[in-house]
């Protein structure tokens, strides 16, 4: 797999972190259908050094030399540059409407924006979706399959894991410039700052991850759940949610998983963040 595949790919699951805060849930059982659990554990504790070692100290400098303004125009330049990857999506799943909003987003912040480093869309009332090749195949009734937590890649499942390439290969313009553009490897430079960028929004969650009882389930599941949520636009039937969040199975005790979770936090309360 090539580098830019790797950096773009590697980018989504850093801000996995947040993922909490995109669903306001309630408490939900731990999943247990992971065959894969091995082996993602030990993936997941690779990406988490990897993180550690490398792209969070990353972050954290470029949080240093910028203010929040700044982070966020660039925060907006990159989700509106990567817009096209969400209109081709939603053509694919013949969502015309969804299309042309979303294209109208792109070029009113690419025109009145300023290249996208600022979000007049929003202002406008257009509405920002983000689509991809895995939610596509779920729309087209592809099982969701195994997850996997993948090395370099983080959480995905058989069915999402094909949005790297497919995404990547057509529709991703900063994947497409990288492989069409040669400047002594400079052109990777956009999505190496896209990645620090998307880790940068990360950082500010990261306490919900630390308080975890167990952070690779917290992920695990989070992941699986913030998923299903765009597969049906925030709202997923109702006996989707029971099941998500173990409503339908007659031993679950909701007293007892926060029970777990509290006795966790005590244990490791005095314990200081790692930076």
């Known amino acids: 797999?090539?580098?830019?595949?790797?950096?773009?790919?590697?980018?989504?699951?850093?801000?996995?972190?947040?993922?909490?805060?995109?669903?306001?849930?309630?408490?939900?059982?731990?999943?247990?259908?992971?065959?894969?659990?091995?082996?993602?554990?030990?993936?997941?504790?690779?990406?988490?050094t990897l993180d550690k070692a490398v792209i969070r100290p990353v972050?954290?400098?470029?949080?240093k030399v910028t203010n929040p303004p700044v982070r966020?125009?660039?925060?907006?330049?990159?989700?509106?540059?990567?817009?096209?990857?969400?209109?081709?999506?939603?053509?694919?799943?013949a969502r015309p409407k969804q299309a042309l909003q979303s294209t109208s987003r792109f070029l009113v912040n690419l025109t009145l924006g300023i290249g996208g480093f600022f979000d007049p869309a929003?202002?406008?009332g257009l509405p920002l979706e983000d689509n991809d090749f895995g939610i596509t195949l779920a729309r087209w009734g592809a099982p969701e399959g195994d997850f996997l937590m993948v090395p370099f890649l983080g959480p995905s499942t058989a069915r999402d894991i094909w949005?790297?390439?497919?995404?990547?290969?057509?529709?991703?313009?900063?994947?497409?410039?990288?492989?069409n553009h040669h400047y002594?490897?400079?052109?990777?430079?956009?999505?190496a700052m896209y990645l620090v960028t998307l880790r940068s929004?990360?950082?500010d969650a990261e306490s919900f991850l630390q308080s975890a009882y167990d952070p690779y389930v917290f992920i695990r599941d989070a992941y699986r759940q913030q998923r299903l949520y765009k597969i049906y636009d925030g709202n997923p039937p109702m006996e989707i949610i029971q099941q998500m969040q173990g409503l339908d199975t007659p031993d679950f005790d909701p007293e007892?998983?926060?029970?777990?979770?509290?006795?966790?936090?005590?244990?490791?309360?005095?314990?200081?963040?790692?930076?």
């Open 201 to 203: 929004r990360g950082i």
């Open 1 to 48: 797999m090539s580098l830019q595949l790797r950096l773009s790919s590697l980018s989504r699951w850093l801000p996995v972190l947040a993922i909490v805060l995109l669903t306001g849930c309630t408490i939900a059982k731990p999943r247990t259908d992971d065959p894969l659990e091995k082996f993602n554990r030990g993936a997941y504790k690779f990406n988490d």
């Open 59 to 63: 972050a954290m400098g470029y949080r």
């Open 72 to 93: 966020r125009s660039f925060s907006d330049f990159f989700t509106n540059i990567r817009m096209p990857v969400t209109v081709a999506n939603d053509l694919l799943q």
């Open 163 to 179: 949005r790297t390439p497919v995404d990547g290969y057509f529709f991703d313009p900063l994947v497409l410039f990288a492989n």
């Open 256 to 275: 007892q998983l926060l029970d777990q979770q509290h006795q966790w936090e005590n244990k490791h309360v005095e314990q200081p963040a790692k930076h």
């Open 184 to 191: 002594n490897g400079l052109q990777y430079l956009p999505q």
């Open 122 to 124: 929003s202002q406008l």
